[in-house]
Protein backbone atom coordinates (compact mmCIF):
# COMPACT_ATOMS: atom_id res chain seq x y z
CA UNK A 1 0.00 0.00 0.00
CA UNK A 2 2.63 2.35 1.18
CA UNK A 3 4.41 1.63 -2.16
CA UNK A 4 1.47 2.23 -4.31
CA UNK A 5 1.21 6.06 -2.38
CA UNK A 6 4.71 6.62 -3.08
CA UNK A 7 4.50 5.55 -6.85
CA UNK A 8 1.51 7.89 -6.88
CA UNK A 9 3.14 10.95 -4.82
CA UNK A 10 2.35 13.88 -6.63
CA UNK A 11 6.50 14.64 -6.28
CA UNK A 12 6.47 12.26 -8.91
CA UNK A 13 4.50 14.30 -11.46
CA UNK A 14 7.11 15.15 -14.16
CA UNK A 15 5.59 17.21 -17.29
CA UNK A 16 5.22 15.60 -20.35
CA UNK A 17 7.38 16.80 -23.42
CA UNK A 18 6.41 16.12 -27.20
CA UNK A 19 9.48 17.79 -28.89
CA UNK A 20 9.87 18.08 -32.77
CA UNK A 21 7.57 15.35 -33.46
CA UNK A 22 6.80 14.73 -37.44
CA UNK A 23 4.75 12.05 -38.39
CA UNK A 24 4.63 10.91 -41.86
CA UNK A 25 2.59 8.42 -43.90
CA UNK A 26 2.87 7.39 -47.42
CA UNK A 27 5.85 9.97 -48.62
CA UNK A 28 3.51 12.75 -46.76
CA UNK A 29 4.02 14.27 -43.74
CA UNK A 30 0.84 13.62 -41.65
CA UNK A 31 1.59 16.30 -38.66
CA UNK A 32 4.75 18.02 -36.52
CA UNK A 33 4.21 19.62 -33.66
CA UNK A 34 6.20 20.49 -30.56
CA UNK A 35 4.27 21.02 -26.80
CA UNK A 36 5.11 20.95 -23.43
CA UNK A 37 2.19 19.70 -21.17
CA UNK A 38 2.51 19.94 -17.37
CA UNK A 39 1.47 18.04 -15.00
CA UNK A 40 -1.99 18.51 -13.86
CA UNK A 41 -2.60 20.04 -17.36
CA UNK A 42 -4.93 18.79 -19.80
CA UNK A 43 -3.10 19.44 -23.78
CA UNK A 44 -6.18 19.11 -26.22
CA UNK A 45 -5.72 18.31 -29.70
CA UNK A 46 -8.15 19.17 -32.49
CA UNK A 47 -8.71 18.18 -35.91
CA UNK A 48 -10.85 16.98 -38.97
CA UNK A 49 -10.88 13.05 -39.24
CA UNK A 50 -7.97 11.25 -40.48
CA UNK A 51 -5.42 14.47 -39.63
CA UNK A 52 -3.60 12.37 -37.13
CA UNK A 53 -4.47 12.42 -33.55
CA UNK A 54 -4.74 9.05 -32.71
CA UNK A 55 -2.13 8.55 -34.48
CA UNK A 56 -0.09 11.52 -32.27
CA UNK A 57 -1.01 9.31 -28.96
CA UNK A 58 -0.05 6.26 -30.57
CA UNK A 59 3.63 7.83 -30.99
CA UNK A 60 3.53 9.08 -27.46
CA UNK A 61 2.58 6.10 -26.25
CA UNK A 62 4.74 4.13 -28.17
CA UNK A 63 2.53 1.68 -29.87
CA UNK A 64 2.37 3.70 -33.40
CA UNK A 65 2.45 1.41 -36.44
CA UNK A 66 5.23 0.83 -38.46
CA UNK A 67 3.43 1.92 -42.10
CA UNK A 68 4.48 5.74 -40.04
CA UNK A 69 7.75 7.10 -40.24
CA UNK A 70 8.31 9.45 -37.19
CA UNK A 71 10.73 11.24 -35.42
CA UNK A 72 10.93 13.71 -32.43
CA UNK A 73 10.83 12.54 -28.99
CA UNK A 74 8.30 11.61 -25.66
CA UNK A 75 9.59 13.17 -22.61
CA UNK A 76 8.67 13.17 -18.94
CA UNK A 77 10.50 15.09 -17.17
CA UNK A 78 14.23 14.73 -18.25
CA UNK A 79 13.49 11.17 -19.23
CA UNK A 80 13.55 10.16 -22.68
CA UNK A 81 10.57 7.51 -23.29
CA UNK A 82 10.95 7.59 -27.46
CA UNK A 83 13.02 4.04 -27.92
CA UNK A 84 10.89 2.76 -24.90
CA UNK A 85 8.52 -0.57 -25.61
CA UNK A 86 4.64 0.88 -24.82
CA UNK A 87 4.74 -1.35 -21.52
CA UNK A 88 7.62 0.63 -20.02
CA UNK A 89 6.40 4.02 -20.68
CA UNK A 90 3.81 3.93 -18.52
CA UNK A 91 1.17 5.94 -20.04
CA UNK A 92 -2.79 6.18 -18.62
CA UNK A 93 -5.05 5.01 -21.97
CA UNK A 94 -8.57 5.83 -22.26
CA UNK A 95 -10.08 5.32 -25.18
CA UNK A 96 -13.61 5.60 -27.06
CA UNK A 97 -14.70 2.48 -25.76
CA UNK A 98 -13.76 1.44 -22.16
CA UNK A 99 -12.41 -2.13 -23.32
CA UNK A 100 -13.47 -3.96 -19.62
CA UNK A 101 -11.82 -7.34 -20.10
CA UNK A 102 -15.83 -9.27 -19.99
CA UNK A 103 -13.89 -12.51 -18.70
CA UNK A 104 -13.20 -10.55 -15.66
CA UNK A 105 -15.35 -8.95 -13.06
CA UNK A 106 -15.74 -4.85 -12.38
CA UNK A 107 -13.19 -5.47 -8.88
CA UNK A 108 -11.11 -8.18 -11.35
CA UNK A 109 -10.91 -5.37 -13.85
CA UNK A 110 -9.29 -2.94 -11.25
CA UNK A 111 -7.24 -5.50 -9.54
CA UNK A 112 -5.50 -6.36 -12.77
CA UNK A 113 -4.48 -2.91 -13.11
CA UNK A 114 -2.94 -2.53 -9.68
CA UNK A 115 0.76 -2.65 -9.43
CA UNK A 116 2.87 -5.99 -8.20
CA UNK A 117 4.32 -3.40 -6.30
CA UNK A 118 1.21 -3.54 -4.28
CA UNK A 119 1.60 -6.94 -1.89
CA UNK A 120 -1.07 -8.77 -0.27
CA UNK A 121 -4.58 -10.42 -1.24
CA UNK A 122 -6.35 -7.88 1.26
CA UNK A 123 -4.37 -4.62 0.74
CA UNK A 124 -4.76 -5.08 -3.30
CA UNK A 125 -8.96 -5.73 -2.98
CA UNK A 126 -9.35 -2.63 -0.31
CA UNK A 127 -7.30 -0.59 -2.72
CA UNK A 128 -9.92 -1.86 -5.51
CA UNK A 129 -12.68 -1.37 -3.58
CA UNK A 130 -11.50 1.91 -2.05
CA UNK A 131 -11.09 3.21 -6.12
CA UNK A 132 -14.65 2.13 -6.64
CA UNK A 133 -16.33 3.29 -4.38
CA UNK A 134 -14.24 7.17 -5.22
CA UNK A 135 -17.06 6.98 -8.20
CA UNK A 136 -19.76 5.93 -6.61
CA UNK A 137 -19.42 2.26 -7.71
CA UNK A 138 -19.67 1.40 -4.11
CA UNK A 139 -20.54 -2.57 -4.16
CA UNK A 140 -19.87 -3.37 -8.04
CA UNK A 141 -16.94 -5.42 -7.65
CA UNK A 142 -18.61 -8.76 -8.02
CA UNK A 143 -20.69 -7.24 -11.26
CA UNK A 144 -20.19 -8.47 -14.81
CA UNK A 145 -18.95 -5.24 -16.43
CA UNK A 146 -21.29 -6.53 -19.57
CA UNK A 147 -24.20 -5.42 -16.71
CA UNK A 148 -22.75 -1.82 -16.66
CA UNK A 149 -24.48 1.37 -17.98
CA UNK A 150 -21.63 3.13 -20.47
CA UNK A 151 -21.08 5.75 -18.05
CA UNK A 152 -20.52 3.21 -15.16
CA UNK A 153 -18.03 1.49 -17.58
CA UNK A 154 -16.56 5.00 -18.34
CA UNK A 155 -16.17 5.03 -14.56
CA UNK A 156 -14.47 1.88 -14.24
CA UNK A 157 -12.11 2.32 -17.15
CA UNK A 158 -11.05 5.75 -15.82
CA UNK A 159 -10.33 4.03 -12.08
CA UNK A 160 -8.67 1.15 -13.56
CA UNK A 161 -6.08 3.50 -15.42
CA UNK A 162 -5.41 5.74 -12.62
CA UNK A 163 -4.59 3.02 -10.48
CA UNK A 164 -1.90 1.48 -12.40
CA UNK A 165 -0.01 4.51 -11.42
CA UNK A 166 0.43 5.83 -14.89
CA UNK A 167 3.39 8.64 -15.57
CA UNK A 168 0.80 10.55 -18.40
CA UNK A 169 -2.40 10.17 -19.96
CA UNK A 170 -3.70 9.78 -23.27
CA UNK A 171 -7.25 10.24 -23.91
CA UNK A 172 -8.71 9.45 -27.45
CA UNK A 173 -12.00 10.85 -27.26
CA UNK A 174 -12.88 9.09 -24.42
CA UNK A 175 -16.44 10.67 -24.06
CA UNK A 176 -17.65 10.42 -27.47
CA UNK A 177 -20.19 7.69 -26.85
CA UNK A 178 -21.69 9.31 -24.14
CA UNK A 179 -24.91 11.05 -24.45
CA UNK A 180 -25.10 14.96 -23.55
CA UNK A 181 -25.48 14.68 -19.37
CA UNK A 182 -23.39 11.89 -18.74
CA UNK A 183 -21.03 12.69 -21.24
CA UNK A 184 -20.70 16.46 -19.56
CA UNK A 185 -20.52 14.57 -15.60
CA UNK A 186 -18.01 11.89 -16.82
CA UNK A 187 -15.81 15.08 -18.61
CA UNK A 188 -15.79 16.50 -15.57
CA UNK A 189 -14.85 13.29 -13.38
CA UNK A 190 -11.92 12.92 -15.79
CA UNK A 191 -10.47 15.93 -16.06
CA UNK A 192 -10.90 16.31 -11.83
CA UNK A 193 -8.96 13.06 -11.77
CA UNK A 194 -6.25 13.91 -14.04
CA UNK A 195 -5.68 17.20 -12.28
CA UNK A 196 -5.78 15.89 -9.11
CA UNK A 197 -3.42 13.47 -9.90
CA UNK A 198 -0.75 15.50 -11.02
CA UNK A 199 -0.74 13.75 -14.45
CA UNK A 200 -0.16 15.55 -17.86
CA UNK A 201 -2.63 14.62 -20.29
CA UNK A 202 -3.29 14.91 -24.05
CA UNK A 203 -7.01 14.68 -25.06
CA UNK A 204 -7.90 14.22 -28.91
CA UNK A 205 -11.66 15.57 -29.45
CA UNK A 206 -13.74 17.08 -31.76
CA UNK A 207 -15.99 18.76 -29.30
CA UNK A 208 -15.29 22.54 -28.35
CA UNK A 209 -17.00 22.05 -25.12
CA UNK A 210 -14.81 19.26 -24.35
CA UNK A 211 -11.36 21.33 -25.62
CA UNK A 212 -12.77 24.18 -22.93
CA UNK A 213 -13.96 22.46 -19.92
CA UNK A 214 -9.67 20.64 -20.42
CA UNK A 215 -8.75 24.62 -20.14
CA UNK A 216 -5.63 24.50 -21.59
CA UNK A 217 -3.46 24.55 -24.39
CA UNK A 218 -5.53 23.74 -27.94
CA UNK A 219 -3.46 22.50 -30.63
CA UNK A 220 -5.11 22.50 -34.20
CA UNK A 221 -3.58 20.04 -36.43
CA UNK A 222 -4.87 19.18 -40.14
CA UNK A 223 -5.55 22.63 -41.08
CA UNK A 224 -4.40 23.37 -44.44
CA UNK A 225 -0.93 25.09 -44.77
CA UNK A 226 -0.02 22.88 -41.87
CA UNK A 227 2.73 20.36 -41.90
N1 LIG B 1 -2.04 1.34 -39.76
C1 LIG B 1 -2.22 2.28 -40.68
N2 LIG B 1 -1.70 2.14 -41.93
C2 LIG B 1 -1.88 3.10 -42.85
N3 LIG B 1 -2.58 4.23 -42.65
C3 LIG B 1 -3.11 4.41 -41.43
C4 LIG B 1 -2.98 3.45 -40.38
N4 LIG B 1 -3.63 3.90 -39.30
C5 LIG B 1 -4.16 5.09 -39.65
N5 LIG B 1 -3.86 5.41 -40.92
C6 LIG B 1 -4.23 6.63 -41.63
O1 LIG B 1 -3.55 7.70 -40.99
C7 LIG B 1 -4.36 8.86 -41.01
C8 LIG B 1 -4.52 9.40 -39.59
O2 LIG B 1 -5.31 8.49 -38.85
P1 LIG B 1 -5.79 8.81 -37.36
O3 LIG B 1 -6.57 7.64 -36.89
O4 LIG B 1 -4.62 9.24 -36.56
O5 LIG B 1 -6.77 10.08 -37.60
P2 LIG B 1 -7.68 10.85 -36.54
O6 LIG B 1 -7.36 12.29 -36.70
O7 LIG B 1 -7.53 10.25 -35.19
O8 LIG B 1 -9.11 10.52 -37.16
P3 LIG B 1 -10.57 10.39 -36.45
O9 LIG B 1 -10.92 11.76 -35.95
O10 LIG B 1 -11.44 9.95 -37.58
O11 LIG B 1 -10.45 9.35 -35.37
C9 LIG B 1 -5.67 8.47 -41.67
O12 LIG B 1 -5.61 8.87 -43.02
C10 LIG B 1 -5.69 6.96 -41.56
O13 LIG B 1 -6.40 6.38 -42.62
Known amino acids: MQDFARANSPTRSKSLMLSDVRIRLAGRTLLALSATVMPGEILTVMGPSGSGKSTLLAFAGGFLDPA ?28 QDPLLFPHLSVGGNILFAIPQSVSGRRARRELAEQALDEVGLAGFFDRDPETLSGGEKARVALQRVLIS ?17 LRQQTRDLVFFKARASRLPAVLVTHDEADAEAAGGLVIEIGREGDG
Open 68 to 95: FEASGKVLIGDEDLTGLAANRRHAGILF
Open 165 to 181: APRFLLLDEPFSKLDTA
